[in-house]
């Protein structure tokens, strides 16, 4: 399985940006999927997750409100939209699938596969 993370840049606080995450090599549309972020120094974290079908979401306290987690099973990807953006923000973005534990699933350590992470800086 390979996930590759893509859509990252530089951007303004107060911008809005979409990251993608191309699945390929097993049922995407089978897996939950969630975003987890790290930023210089600091240990990763989780952002947002989904279920299989995307109808079901749980975010990190930190984005709530301002991101969106979404799932398209049949182009085989998955988004994280992220709006009114903050400094805080600033991390490498890296998306995630897991084919375990139904529902949205927060520790990345039940997660399967990982993709390559998409840098995302946010400037005053």
């Known amino acids: 399985v390979q996930l590759q993370a893509s859509g990252g840049g530089l951007l303004r606080a107060g911008d809005s940006l979409r990251l993608s995450c191309a699945a390929s090599?097993?049922?995407?549309?089978?897996?939950?999927m969630g975003w987890f972020r790290q930023a210089p120094g600091k240990e990763r974290e989780f952002v947002a997750a989904c279920n299989w079908s995307g109808g079901s979401t749980y975010y990190a306290d930190s984005v709530k409100g301002r991101f969106t987690i979404s799932k398209d099973n049949a182009k085989n990807t998955g988004y994280l939209q992220m709006n009114s953006l903050k400094l805080e923000d600033t991390a490498v973005y890296y998306c995630?699938?897991?084919?375990?534990?139904?529902?949205?699933?927060?520790?990345?350590?039940?997660?399967?596969?990982w993709g390559q992470g998409t840098l995302v800086t946010v400037s005053s």
């Open positions: 090599g097993r049922a995407f549309s089978s897996s939950g």
């Open positions: 995630a699938a897991s084919w375990g534990p139904s529902g949205t699933v927060v520790s990345g350590t039940l997660y399967d596969y």
